[in-house]
């Protein structure tokens, strides 16, 4: 019982097995800095609270788990405690632990500490991206990935630039950065920027860039083409190609239904390609086609066949009308009896009219027509006509009859109304003398007056009591001469 007190006061725990006796150290205390920089000196503290008398103990620095390789140590006599210097190596980060041994005592069996953590940091270098997705030049919607490595460094973080500006963080996880489906917006200088730093006040950083170039596809082409006149019989056909889209350099194609007619490759997503051209001969139907490196698309196939305007060229017109039933504009329409390539013009008192002015405006819908929208008022007044000509060749104009247009013309009766009007008063003239007459005969009736078979017709009434007044049924003799000697001249509204 005292060998055991006395053990105790010692810092010893004392264990018998088969007549041995073993002594247990206290666990010895590990304390230090949690983060260090890579090639710089610090010391590991490894604190015994008790340990026996005259016992040299030797306190021993490993890596948690590796106690093969011995990272520094310490013997200690007369003091429980020792700091330990390590030279610190980017090996050195992690957990590490204090062995304490009594030396030359096997009966005083070794303890281990705590774990203590330590980060190493070693500034970064050496960086460079791969380019995973092989290629630095390729097509929209290719996928692209780049991976960001380094040959230097620990506890190291990552950013992505494009052209100098933060890249979406959903598009990148710390090294790694994939965009699915890129598009020319994609295009440009990609930079990976590499950072670690010790206590939040030493900063190290390293970046490299790559340039990468996202094409655009070529877009299906439009196709029209222009009539040009080379002299008085020759024509040619100038087809135009055009994309909206597109990298170039565009290679445009010309077909018809069976072959390749011509093509040219060119910077700026447009050519213009030349045929000859005979007017008025069958449709030949053609073809623009794209290609920029990826793909070749594809245009309608439109015909090329050019109709000479020929006549009559006719204008026709209707009217919109307002309070009173006035009118107060009028459409004119102009169309060409034939012709593919019209362009027309419109004409009052020979002055040609532009697109629009104070009073009209013009609606151009070649080939079908054109419309000439005019607000009827003193200014619009005149005589109005259309020319139509062929779109190439000024030689070729045609111009319809001339129509006359004022506002007193416009809304002065026609013969018809007024026809109908004069013939509805005389029937309610008629209707009202047949009411008379038969109102006539009845008073007399009523009078006890009867007509003598034998004798003529009497031609005076004689009165009674209650005698009809005549002149209240009268007719309005003087509004019946008024219509009947009133003059209704009518003008042509629109005359040649």
């Not at 052209?163 to 295009?187: F, K, M």
């Not at 439009?222 to 040009?228: L, T």
Request: proline share 5%; charged share 20%.
């Amino acid at each position: 019982m005292l060998t055991f007190l006395f053990a105790a006061t010692l810092g010893l725990c004392y264990c018998s097995s088969d007549n041995s006796t073993e002594v247990i150290l206290d666990r010895p205390r590990l304390s230090g800095p949690s983060e260090a920089l890579d090639g710089t000196v610090i010391t590991i503290e490894c604190a015994l609270p008790s340990y026996p008398r005259n016992q040299t103990i030797l306190l021993q620095l490993y890596k948690e788990g590796n106690h093969d390789k011995l990272l520094g140590e310490f013997s200690v006599l007369h003091k429980g405690n020792a700091s330990i210097p390590i030279f610190v190596r980017p090996k050195h980060e992690g957990n590490l632990e204090c062995v304490a041994k009594a030396q030359g005592n096997p009966n005083i069996r070794p303890t281990v500490s705590n774990s203590h953590y330590l980060r190493v940091i070693e500034p970064v270098s050496g960086v460079k991206i791969d380019i995973v997705s092989d290629a630095t030049e390729f097509f929209e919607g290719a996928k692209l990935e780049l991976l960001c490595q380094h040959s230097v460094g620990s506890q190291v973080s990552f950013e992505w630039l494009l052209n100098s500006q933060p890249v979406s963080r959903s598009r990148y996880r710390d090294a790694h950065l994939v965009i699915n489906r890129t598009s020319p917006e994609d295009s440009g200088s990609y930079t990976c920027v590499a950072t670690n730093n010790f206590n939040k006040t030493q900063v190290f950083s390293a970046n490299s860039s790559v340039s990468i170039t996202v094409k655009e596809l070529v877009s299906n082409p439009e196709i029209s083409f222009e009539v040009i006149k080379e002299d008085s019989h020759s024509y040619s056909a100038a087809v135009t190609c055009r994309s909206a889209k597109g990298t170039p350099p565009v290679t445009f194609s010309l077909y018809n239904r069976t072959q390749l007619l011509t093509n040219t490759t060119t910077e700026d997503g447009e050519a213009t390609l030349m045929l000859p051209l005979v007017l008025g001969v069958n449709a030949d139907w053609l073809q623009c086609r794209a290609n920029n490196g990826d793909r070749t698309v594809y245009s309608q196939w439109i015909p090329i066949e050019v109709v000479p305007v020929s006549g009559p060229v006719t204008m026709t017109y209707d009217y919109d009308v307002g309070e009173n039933y006035a009118v107060i504009g009028l459409k004119f329409y102009c169309k060409a009896a034939a012709g593919s390539q019209p362009q027309y013009r419109w004409f009052l008192n020979e002055t040609l009219l532009n697109d629009s002015g104070s009073f009209y405006y013009v609606v151009n819908r070649p080939p079908e027509q054109s419309i000439l929208l005019l607000s009827v008022g003193r200014r619009s007044a005149g005589t109005y006509r259309c020319e139509v000509r062929d779109s190439f060749d000024d030689s070729s104009a045609i111009s319809s009859k001339r129509l006359f247009v004022s506002k007193e013309v416009l809304n002065r009766l026609p013969v018809v109304v007024v026809a109908a009007v004069f013939g509805a008063f005389a029937v309610l003239v008629v209707m009202v003398s047949a009411c008379c007459c038969f109102v006539m005969m009845f008073r007399r009736r009523e009078c006890g007056i009867k007509p003598r078979p034998d004798l003529e017709m009497i031609t005076t009434v004689p009165s009674c009591e209650d005698e009809l007044d005549l002149s209240d049924f009268g007719e309005d003799y003087d509004l019946i001469n008024a219509a009947r000697d009133a003059e209704f001249d009518q003008e042509e509204s629109f005359g040649s």
